[in-house]
């Protein structure tokens, strides 16, 4: 088949969930013998390989700016997408997919991945939260097939649209677990000898939470906060102010490659307390490396965590501060077997498999 997909920012990239799955969904099925075409959205500095692992890569340009970046970009990719010869256009998240009815005037099937209903988190207000909210509308009219990654979003479009969809949750992949080498000579960090969050810093990830509970948590176990941030530096500026308030605190940005899977390796506690998901990659992740999780409890977290994660109170800074205490003091006790379970339930192969399925109807 011929296959485009959009919507997410840049492949190769780790900047968010959706360039990994983006990335997994379209070189694997590449490696099957698909023609994929990945349309990425323009960054300054940053050019992408035209052929990256078998897959073409198309440099849409946008406007860099959080109200403009994604709609200009969705609109001048959706205009591209409909006027090239392809089976199947494949969207990824609902604020792209505003503008779907483009390609499907011309007659192009369309398949919308669902990776959270965005406009719910405090990052998004104004024109952003209703450009998303649009978006799901024009999803829920015009899109061929809807596939969502988690029971909570296929409900919701159920009841709310009357519209059934698929369940397909992303996978991830079961690396080696790493000794410490990077962490120690970047941060001075060893094994089990600090808390972990590691995700985008933006607003809707609970982040001030955390450090509000962490402040009163007694011991010098660092707490190190790794992820990019993107269009929200008021945002940032008061993480930073409220991280300077605690010289355990370590803001070291964002991270990849062999950093990244030390720093999943060697964890005392993964924290991760979402405010709302569609599926949380850094989850997932930090499971497959038998990691011992605290997490949220939102739907999306318990849905991927099972008994294999802890939970706390949404947005309660004092249940946290507690189950953190709790996870401290019994973290010799955790049971790390999540990795089994990641592996035979989240196995990139079956997702790409069932991917291919729904493109196939």
């Known amino acids: 088949m011929k296959i485009a997909m959009l919507g997410h920012k840049r492949v190769p990239g780790r900047e968010g969930g959706i360039e990994v799955v983006v990335e997994e969904l379209a070189t694997r099925m590449a490696e099957k013998g698909h023609q994929v075409t990945v349309y990425n959205r323009h960054k300054k500095g940053y050019r992408a390989p035209n052929d990256y692992k078998g897959v073409r890569t198309i440099d849409v340009p946008t406007i860099e700016k959080q109200s403009t970046d994604a709609a200009v970009y969705s609109l001048l990719a959706s205009i591209r997408v ?3 010869r392809y089976d199947v256009v494949h969207y990824h998240a609902i604020g792209p997919s505003a503008f779907l009815f483009i390609p499907h005037f011309f007659r192009k ?24 909210q649009f978006g799901e509308k024009v999803t829920a009219k015009y899109a061929d097939q809807i596939i969502v990654l988690s ?16 369940y397909i949750p992303n996978g991830t992949i079961v690396e080696k677990i790493e000794e410490p080498e990077e962490i120690v000579e970047k941060y001075g960090l060893k094994r089990n000898g600090y808390l972990l969050y590691l995700s985008r810093v933006v607003p809707g990830k609970g982040l001030e939470y955390l450090l ?5 948590i007694p011991g010098d176990l660092p707490l190190i906060i790794a992820g990019g941030t993107e269009y929200v ?26 950093t990244l899977r030390e720093l999943y390796s060697n964890a005392k506690l993964f924290v991760f307390p979402s405010e709302a998901e569609g599926m949380p990659m850094c989850l997932l992740e930090a ?10 409890n939102i739907p999306e977290n318990m849905e991927v965590g099972g008994e294999y994660v802890v939970s706390f109170e949404s947005k309660n800074t004092d249940d946290l501060r507690k189950k953190l205490i709790e996870c401290l003091k019994n973290a010799d006790k955790f049971e790390r077997v999540s990795r089994e379970y990641i592996k035979q339930k989240y196995d990139w192969n079956s997702v790409v498999e069932e991917t291919l399925k729904c493109y196939e109807q």
């Open 82 to 84: 409909a006027l090239g």
């Open 212 to 216: 509000d509970a962490y402040r009163d």
């Open 151 to 166: 029971s909570e979003q296929r409900n919701y479009f159920k009841d709310k649209y009357g519209r059934d969809t698929v």
């Open 287 to 296: 499971l497959s490396y038998n990691c011992p999780c605290l997490v949220s």
């Open 109 to 132: 099937k369309i398949v919308v991945t669902v990776h959270g209903l965005n406009y719910k988190t405090p990052k998004w207000k104004g024109f952003g939260a209703k450009f998303i």
């Open 233 to 258: 530096p008021e945002f940032r500026k008061m993480i930073e102010e409220k991280a300077s308030q605690d010289p355990r605190v370590k803001l070291i940005g964002f991270v990849e490659g062999k």
